[in-house]
Every structure is written in structure tokens, then in C-alpha cells.
């Protein structure tokens, strides 16, 4: 078994909720690697010996990011949609099949290359765990190789089929498909199923749709996440209370009973701000103030996604989070990691602690604050493994 020791860190941010604002730190302590797990934590003076030593010259060690949102695998250009919207035209979910039409066309070796470019662009920022959705196949064959490209690379694999219904189908017909054979092909690639879950647009599911769609992932195995209360207030929320999903995304609109709900079942559903999507869409950002007050649990996440935000950038994330949330620093680093575990169920990733996986990021700057304080930076210089 190779272990590393990493040393002279000016801060090691532990994530492990162990003081005040959660993020642990620890200031004089060096730490043990070994396969791929955390094997010693402690001062540097106790630290034991080691097979390498990594000396990270007074930076900053944080549990590497969990983006527990992506729709990472896709293909074409929807730049001008972007350009359009900058100039006033509102967001509904009807550029997917621009979307769904060019990744139809594109080979697995073409959706292979962009999806490695994707990822790489991802851990230079510091993401080590990528959850990633299909949702631009919207047929069975392309949705179930959109799963089965993902899960080459994650583990955390969504079935999105309930994305929107595609151009010139029948909804009824669609949703029949979606949840039976197009389910059926793609369950065995996938960890969890999906549905935008947005009466505001026409191309979206509707409440009963989206329970529908649920239900049937759920029958197949699957475990629940949602996007909802993106476009307008709905019952996104309400609805994956109810059925005990993992995670409602977006939360961009949220009544005092929604923020009632998330705070009531926190142990179950956690609720993932996407703050790129309204930075690039102009939609107002979340109250996230109100729902973390309440006690809901919260992560953070990038979305990234040709349509309403092409950023995987979780610093910038974070960077939106305090500036436009209101979050503390301590809350949207949190949010980033632990936040982003809980919301993939997980508790082996998101903080730094003995017998957990080393996804460890270094920070090139003194201290956590950099991470807010220094906006659109290259900060990450280090992620293991
Ligand atoms: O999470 N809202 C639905 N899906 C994506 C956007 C998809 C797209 O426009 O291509 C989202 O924002
Ligand atoms: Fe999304």
C-alpha cells in the first residue's frame, strides 16, 4: 500500500462540521493518504512515516468538490441562444432540441472527446465527484448510449428521458415511452432517474407527469432527483418532498410552504442551488437565505449544461453563492462539498476524515476566504488522486 504525506499546509479545511461554521479547520496539521483513502490526520510532529512526502508550501487543502448536478455529455452550439438571451429573450427549455438534435448525430467516440474536455475542464477547478445527466437523446438508443458514455467516467449516472418531450411527439406517447422501454434500456446504465419538472414551460412535465415518471424510475430501481422551481413557482418541490427524492435542483422559486417542506425533510431531500443558471439566464437568484435559516439541508452545484449555463467552475459557484446568495464563505464551501455528498447520498466524499476517499483539492492561496475573495481565479493547484 503506497501512503503520501502532505505537509506545511496553512490551513487544512476539513469539512467535518466539527466547530462553529462547520468547515473544521485545522490549522498545524499534516495528513496521510494511502489508496485512495484518508488514512492520518494529526499535528505534523506526530505525523508517522510515510513512502512520499508532499510539501504544499503554505496552501490550502480543502475535500475536493461534489458537483452533484451536470448535464456534462452533449454536442452541437448554442452560443447564440446564449447571445439572445443576454439581450432580453427569457429562458423555457426550448433550445434542448438544438441540443438533442446534434448529440442524436454525433458518434461515441465524438460524445466521448467532448465529454473527456468537459471533465478535464471540471477538475482543474477542482471537482473530483461529477454527477451527469442523459436527457439529450430523448430516444431510447441515444439515451441509453448518453448513459452508458457517462458511466465509463461516473458513477453518479442520471436517467433524464423526462427532460422535455421532443419536437413532433405526442406527450402521452412520450411519457408511455419514458416510462417503459426507454426506462427499461436505460436503468441498467444509470444510478438515478430525473424530470424537469416545470408547468411554466411547454416543453417541461407537469406535476402528475412528473410523478409518474418517478414512480416508474423508482419501480426500476432508480433513486429520485428533481428539477424544479427553475421557471416560476410549481410544485417541483412539493413533489420531491412527497416522494423522498435525494434532491430538488434549482429552487429558484420557493413559497414559505416550500421552504416549510425542504426544512422538514432535510434528513431526506436536499436542496441544490444552480446560481450559474441565473447568472446566465437573468432569472433572480433564490432566496437561499431564507430556506438555510429554516434548517434546510443545502448544496451548491454548476449545472453545466449547453443551455443555461456552460460553466463547470464550482469556485465560481461559490463565488455566486456569496455574492448573490448571501451565503457565508463557511456555508457555500460547505454546500460544495458536504452539501453536494448529501445530495448524492454519499458519505464517503465532501470532508476530510479518516477512512473517507482522499479527494483532496490544494488551494493556491493562504486561507478558504481566497476561494470567494479571489473571483474567477485559477486557484486550484492540486487534486488527488
Ligand atoms: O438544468 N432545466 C432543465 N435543464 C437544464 C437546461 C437544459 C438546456 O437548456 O439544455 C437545466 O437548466
Ligand atoms: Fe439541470
Known sequence: MASTLITSMSQLVTCDGTDDDGLGIRPDAALIVE??????????????AADTQVDVDGRCVLPAFVDSHTHLIFAGDRSAEFTARMSGQAYDGGG???????????????????????????RVQGSATIEIKSGYGLDIDTEARMLRLAREVTDETTFLGAHVVPANTDRRDYLDEVT?????????HARWVDVFCEPNSPHAFTEDESREVLQAGRA????LRVHGNQLGYGPGVQLACELGAASVDHCTYLSQRDIDALADCKDQTTATFLPGVEFST????????????AGASVALASDCNPG???SSAMPFMIQLAVRELK????EAVLAATV??????RRDDIGRIAVGRRAHVAVLDAPSIEHLAYQIGMPLVSGLTP
Open 339 to 344: 452539501g453536494g455528498a448529501r445530495a448524492l
Open 327 to 330: 451565503m457565508t464563505i463557511a
Open 282 to 293: 437573468h432569472e433572480p437568484y433564490p432566496d437561499a437565505r431564507r430556506l438555510i435559516d
Open 308 to 310: 443555461t449555463c456552460y
Open 96 to 122: 434542448i432540441d438544438v441540443t438533442v438534435a446534434a448529440t442524436r448525430e454525433a458518434s461515441d467516440d465524438e460524445l466521448r472527446e467532448l465529454l473527456q474536455l468537459r471533465l478535464t475542464r471540471a
Open 35 to 48: 489508496d485512495e483513502r484518508i488514512a492520518w490526520i494529526g499535528a505534523r510532529s506526530a505525523a508517522p
Open 180 to 188: 417503459g422501454p426507454m426506462l427499461a434500456a436505460c436503468a441498467p
Open 220 to 223: 426500476a430501481g432508480l433513486d
